[in-house]
């Protein structure tokens, strides 16, 4: 493995990773995924399997379209995923809803939809107020006290787990290396191009390297004249025991698996890189807090009286990877133009566009104009105003 001139190194064998280095082994790259070892922290063991558009991009309209984008690649990446890896994934776009307990909630709810679709520069797409009744119909179970929803037909799920295992078949079957125990301590730019990378215990040497290493970016990416301010922030996520289906639609904060169990999830909080110290390293799923377990259980079963007579049979919390405005980070250095770097938090919803839309520019050596409103430098201009 050492020695050998890779044409893509990528470092980190997260979701956002092993995407990339799939849609670079698909087009015939020799690459390698230089991965952690498995007490690393690791959001793509832990999050909500949601494919979701709605809401997203307040702020930034662009945002809106690239996930738009990937939901709507996201069939086809699933039936080519499917036939590398004999997996199947269990993606579905049935459409989502955002159900509201409250008018109050509701309205915020249209409000902020409505503020998303007026932004300039902004495509905008449908999406329907649901009243009760209508949501009776189409979901025969909810409860009483739901006032109303949001639906979007853009919005969809996966099975998540089967995905990532899918997405490290595929890559493996269509020539990928993966080198797990490697975790990346120095990145070098050699003169005349190239990186040589301290990875575990030897050297690896590629002409292309792909920063996916999720919170690990923040500190590879001055390496490679990049920068990444990533912080983690908190999810949890309860699981009952398998019911039968009763939920065809996904919903932003509860969804029934293809295998039956229910998912409530997922909260968001902000916890200080601190608590996160070496010690912790890897016990980012033993984290639960029963305070905010609570809610999510209570809420849920407000929203479907039958979840609340379900058995809960796991809870976990994992850390998302957020970048100070909450948007992705695509970037290419302009000292070392072989040097790539991909971060985000929905990493399920953008699986698609990193294999099939982001893997090929980096292939061809540069990423397209459209990404720009990605790149880290959107800092530098908030930062200046
Ligand atoms: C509770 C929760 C719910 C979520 N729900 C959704 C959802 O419904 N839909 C959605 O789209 N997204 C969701 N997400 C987000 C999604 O899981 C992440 O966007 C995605 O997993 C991020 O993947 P990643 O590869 O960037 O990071 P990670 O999964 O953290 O992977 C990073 C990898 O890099 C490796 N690494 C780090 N440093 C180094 C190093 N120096 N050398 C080598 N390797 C290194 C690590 O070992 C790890 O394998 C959720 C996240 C959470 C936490």
């Known amino acids: 493995m050492s020695g050998k001139n890779w044409e893509a190194a990528v470092i980190g064998g997260g979701l956002v990773g092993i995407s990339i280095g799939y849609g670079l082994a698909r087009l015939g790259r020799r690459v390698i995924v230089l991965d952690e070892g ?6 793509s063991r832990g999050n909500f399997a949601l494919v979701w558009v709605q809401g997203k991009g307040v702020g930034m309209p662009r945002y809106a379209g690239w996930t738009r984008h990937s939901a709507g690649i996201w069939a086809r990446f699933a039936r080519e995923i499917g036939e590398d890896s004999a997996i199947a994934v269990a993606h579905r776009q049935p459409g989502g809803f955002a159900l509201c307990l409250s008018e109050a909630e509701l309205e915020r709810r249209v409000a902020m939809m409505e503020g998303l679709m007026s932004q300039p520069g902004m495509e905008p797409y449908e999406y329907e107020r ?5 949501l009776r119909r189409r979901m025969p179970e909810i409860g009483p006290e739901v006032v109303g929803a949001i639906y979007c037909a853009l919005d969809g799920d996966v099975n998540s787990l089967r995905l990532f295992r899918a997405l ?3 890559f493996i079957k269509r020539g990928g290396t993966y080198a797990p125990g490697r975790a990346v301590a120095g990145i070098a730019p050699v003169a005349g191009g190239g990186f040589e990378i301290a990875a575990g215990d030897g050297t690896v040497a590629a002409e292309r390297v792909v920063l996916a290493a999720g919170i690990g970016n923040a500190r590879l990416a001055p390496m490679v004249g990049l920068r990444a301010e990533v912080r983690p922030q908190r999810g949890q996520v309860i699981v ?7 939920l065809s639609y996904p919903l932003h904060t509860i969804r029934q698996t293809d295998e ?4 409530i999830g997922d909260s968001v909080e902000e916890i200080g890189a601190e608590e996160i110290g070496a010690e912790d390293a890897g016990a980012e799923d033993g984290r639960v807090g029963l305070g905010i377990l609570a809610v999510e259980a209570e809420r849920a079963g407000r929203m479907f009286p039958r979840i609340g007579r379900l058995n809960v049979v796991r809870t976990w919390s994992a850390l998302r990877v957020m970048t100070r405005d909450g948007f992705p980070i695509y970037d290419q250095s302009a000292e070392h133009r072989g040097a790539f770097l991909c971060t985000c938090h929905s990493g399920v919803t953008l699986a698609a566009a990193h294999a099939l839309t982001v893997a090929p520019m980096i292939a061809a050596g540069a990423l397209e104009a459209g990404l720009s409103p990605f790149s880290a430098r959107r800092f530098d201009v908030s930062a200046a105003a």
């Open 38 to 43: 498995d007490r690393a922290f690791r959001a």
């Open 168 to 170: 490290h078949t595929g």
């Open 240 to 246: 009952t025991e398998k019911a039968a289906p009763f």
């Open 130 to 134: 649901v009243g009760p009744n209508e």
């Open 260 to 263: 039956g169990g229910v998912m």
